[in-house]
Structure formats: C-alpha cells, structure tokens
C-alpha cells in the first residue's frame, strides 16, 4: 500500500499551493482520506477528511482557506490551500482510514503517507 503526497514546497504569505496523495494497492474508493500536518516542533494537527462520496469535513481552524477533494479515478486526493500564512509551514500528511477518524496518532490509521513540506516564508 502506498500513499505518496506531493505539491508542496516554498510559497510566500498570502500564496496558494494545491497538494496532491496519489493512493495504490487498496480500494480507495471506500477509504475516507485524511490530511493531517506537523508544524516544526509541534504535533500532529487534523485537518480535513473526506469521505468516500466526496463530501469534505474541516478542522474549525481551516475552514475557508482549504478545500480537500477526490477524484475516485485517479485515486487522488488533493487539498487546495489559499491565502497561506507562515504558522501553515508544516509536513503535511495524507492517510486512509475505512472509519471517520478526528485521531491525530497515526497508529489510528489504517495507511499513512511520507508527508510533502510546506514552508510559507517572504
């Protein structure tokens, strides 16, 4: 099983990066898929899932500035982020769970990714 996220890399405040996971070797099309991120020296942090049909559920805090998607075909999923601040400077993660999941402990997942760095800088 492979989860391989990519798009990230250096923009600067205020920009927008659109982040790619490319999944292989289970039945993504029944999985919810998660983005999850770990700023440096700070935890994980939840930020959105998605559920098999489509529909997005956001962290409080990313409402407005990130939308997640899938496209089922492709199995990919993507998180578009806008307006980027400095504290979004972070790894970010996919994962895939068969449940709806809000954990921030990987071991809570079923599948993980290898993380693409964010760094939102002037």
């Known amino acids: 099983v492979q989860l391989v996220e990519s798009g990230g890399g250096l923009v600067q405040p205020g920009g927008s990066l659109k982040l790619s996971c490319a999944a292989s070797e289970f039945m993504f099309s029944s999985y919810w898929m998660y983005w999850v991120r770990q700023a440096p020296g700070k935890g994980l942090e939840w930020i959105s899932a998605?559920?098999?049909?489509?529909?997005?559920y956001y962290a409080d805090s990313m409402k407005g500035r990130f939308t997640a998607s899938r496209d089922n075909a492709k199995n990919t999923v993507y998180l578009q982020m806008n307006s980027l601040k400095p504290e979004d400077t972070a790894i970010y993660y996919c994962?895939?769970?068969?449940?709806?999941?809000?954990?921030?402990?990987?071991?809570?997942?079923?599948?993980w990714g290898q993380g693409t760095p964010v760094t939102v800088s002037s």
């Open positions: 998605i559920d098999p049909s489509g529909n997005p």
């Open positions: 994962a895939a769970d068969q449940t709806y999941q809000r954990s921030v402990r990987i071991r809570e997942y079923d599948y």
